[in-house]
């Protein structure tokens, strides 16, 4: 299983990016897919999660900023991030979870200046 994420960058404060996530090479259709975000010098930690069934998880400092959304054709998940903040910033990395296995899509750095 792959995973190439796109979509990283540097944006002022209350910018807007979207991240994209495509999964190649895994045939479950049950799965869920996901962003972790790992700020300098602190953990990795989820920000958002979609089932294939659309249900949504999302981490309580971006609730009603970020929105989670996959197309099940492209094996594609999207996060539209809006009113960024600089404690936004981080590395954003994509996952795919099947069953009991978690797959890690590379890092795309987003910057968010104040």
């Known amino acids: 299983v792959q995973l190439q994420a796109y979509g990283g960058g540097l944006v002022q404060a209350g910018g807007s990016l979207r991240l994209s996530c495509a999964a190649s090479g895994s045939s479950f259709s049950a799965n869920v897919m996901g962003w972790y975000r790992q700020a300098p010098g602190k953990q990795r930690d989820v920000v958002a999660s979609i089932t294939n069934d659309g249900r949504t998880n999302y981490e309580e400092s971006v609730k009603g900023r970020f929105t989670i959304s996959r197309d099940n054709a492209k094996n594609t998940v999207y996060l539209q991030m809006n009113s960024l903040k600089p404690e936004d910033t981080g590395v954003y990395y994509c996952?795919?979870?099947?069953?009991?296995?978690?797959?890690w899509g590379q890092g795309t750095q987003v910057t968010v200046s104040s």
């Open positions: 996952i795919l979870r099947v069953l009991v296995a978690t797959y």
